[in-house]
């Protein structure tokens, strides 16, 4: 159904997976990297990403956290309203993450994507997230599956959840610039770790969310998210069979301020556990 947007969208996160590969690793000043490389580096992306669809699909509405509109969605105490908005009074909305995981990027790390996402009246109907240093590619498509591609190693293969009990799973976690909610969630470290096999910080929402739709995490727990870092993984989780809510346990929406996604199994122990987060 949305099988031409999804391979554009493909084709997009691959390509601009090599404008930001050829700025990685290029600085070594860490001075430097909060207002030179990273931004260019996102700004390059994004306007390679907005320019490709806009020429295909003109009548489409595109947000990135690097446009005007991306902006004031960061910044606005009402976002949940104009988003809410914006997506309802257009048929297709794009919402574009063109390198989430900067802390990662500006310091080496391997572990950040391009994520562009597909929203039809308020929906996510398709996702895809990217991680070039890997050449890691999943994507999903409304009611089709979700799926994991990388070339490198020639695989290719649909995914789905690691259904396993709690003391078995790794749990993944990020609080994001978010100090409260860091205090917050350590208090919770020691309980967390009698019950699960391991705890791994995994900077870089929609990869970390990706992982537990391939089965590298059993679950993965944000406090601190946009929707950029969840437009595209929401599709490639659900097409998966994850279970999403946010941290209280309230239904799930590109315009929530956290999310906890899971294989299902694990979901309301880990509820339990976090209950009572105040945003």
């Given amino acids: 159904m949305f099988s031409e947007e999804l391979e554009l969208a493909k084709k997009l996160a691959m390509e601009a997976g ?3 590969m050829d700025r990685f690793g290029s600085y070594k000043d860490m001075t430097t990297i909060p207002r030179s ?3 260019d580096a996102d700004q390059e992306s994004s306007a390679y990403i907005i320019g490709e669809i806009s020429k295909c699909f003109p009548k489409h509405v595109v947000i990135s956290e690097e446009t005007e509109l991306g902006a004031k969605l960061n910044t606005t105490e009402s976002m949940k309203e104009v988003l809410a908005g914006y997506t309802s009074e257009h ?3 794009w919402i574009v993450d063109p390198l989430d995981g900067t802390m990662n990027f500006a310091y080496g790390r ?3 994507s391009i994520a562009i996402g597909l929203i039809r ?3 996510p109907v398709a996702g895809v997230v990217y991680a070039p240093y890997d050449e890691d590619l999943y994507f999903a498509e ?3 599956g979700s799926f994991f591609v990388n070339n490198r190693h020639n695989v290719r293969r649909k995914i789905t959840v690691l259904a396993c009990e709690l003391q078995n799973a790794i749990v993944a ?3 994001g610039m978010n100090h409260d909610a860091m205090k917050y969630f350590v208090r919770k470290i020691p309980q967390l770790a009698e019950n699960a096999r391991g705890l791994r910080q995994q ?4 990869l970390g969310l990706c992982y537990v739709a391939n089965g590298r995490s059993s679950a993965y727990i944000d406090f601190d998210v946009k929707p950029w870092d969840i437009a595209a993984a929401l599709v490639i989780l659900k097409e998966a069979g994850a279970a999403m809510t946010d941290i209280n346990g309230k239904k799930i929406s590109i315009a929530s301020a956290n999310v906890m996604a899971s294989n299902g199994k694990i979901h309301n122990k880990l509820l339990t556990m976090l209950g009572g987060y105040n945003e």
């Fill in 121 to 123: 009246h308020g929906e």
């Fill in 91 to 93: 048929k297709y909305c």
């Fill in 110 to 112: 391997p572990e950040f």
């Fill in 142 to 144: 409304k009611g089709a």
């Fill in 203 to 206: 900077h870089g929402s929609a």
């Fill in 18 to 20: 090599k404008i930001v």
């Fill in 173 to 175: 976690y990020d609080w």
């Fill in 37 to 39: 490389m990273v931004t």
